[in-house]
């Protein structure tokens, strides 16, 4: 049964077949019931490695769209025909899927359900509520400023399979990081903007 496989070896089969295309229906199919946390933590690490500029605002749909069915207590996801039926050419994704299941298996390696009652309704509604927010930020175009949170709903999202609880807390501790790098960076271009119009308006 594909539910039996560990979530590394979904990914590589991702990568292993010869279909030429891969919908993300067929992906959510493939995770099966793990398809809600398994979903955002592919589209998660996608979101850490160095994509082309704007990629990060696409692969963050996914996430987008599902966080805020956990956050809403959903038993199981939903996406739109358009996204769900839209053809992916594996070509393009192989390389990313066989960079991502070694990811994925060291951080299954080293996970263990722990701290459970983190994990009550309420708890993974949490989850979802940071996830979706983090979500937000991604799609906004920012130059590298996929980084942090991209590996955040990775780590929240693994928790959430594994029923980590501590890997919970380091989760939500990165998603406070990552909320005041992003305050950090805007001030800091805010700032640049500021110098430059003084700059400009001298020269007038």
């Known amino acids: 049964m594909m539910s039996e496989k560990s979530l590394a070896e ?33 589209f998660g ?23 805020p069915q956990i956050a809403m ?14 053809p992916l050419k594996r070509d393009d994704m192989r390389g990313l899927f ?6 994925v298996r060291s951080m299954e390696l080293i996970t263990r359900p722990r701290l459970r009652p983190m994990f009550a309704p309420m708890g993974e509604r949490a989850i979802g509520v940071v996830c979706t ?8 175009p920012i130059p590298l400023g996929n980084l942090a949170p991209g590996a955040t709903v990775a780590i929240l999202a693994l928790a959430l399979l594994q029923r980590d609880g501590i890997l919970a807390l380091a989760g939500y501790l990165m998603a406070l990081f990552s909320g005041g790098l992003l305050f950090v960076s805007a001030h800091v271009v805010i700032m640049a903007v500021r110098k430059l119009m003084t700059v400009f308006s001298g020269l007038f």
């Open 10 to 42: 979904v990914i590589e089969g991702f990568g292993e077949d010869e279909r030429p295309t891969l919908t993300v229906g067929e992906m959510l199919d493939a995770f099966d019931s793990r398809a809600f946390g398994a979903m955002l933590l592919v």
């Open 45 to 67: 690490l996608l979101n850490t490695l160095p994509l082309p500029p704007g990629s990060s605002t696409i692969l963050s749909l996914p996430i987008l769209l599902l966080a």
């Open 133 to 140: 927010l983090l979500a937000l930020v991604l799609v906004l």
């Open 98 to 103: 066989r960079r991502l299941a070694p990811i």
């Open 73 to 86: 207590g959903a038993d199981h996801p939903w996406l739109p025909r358009r996204l769900t039926e839209k």
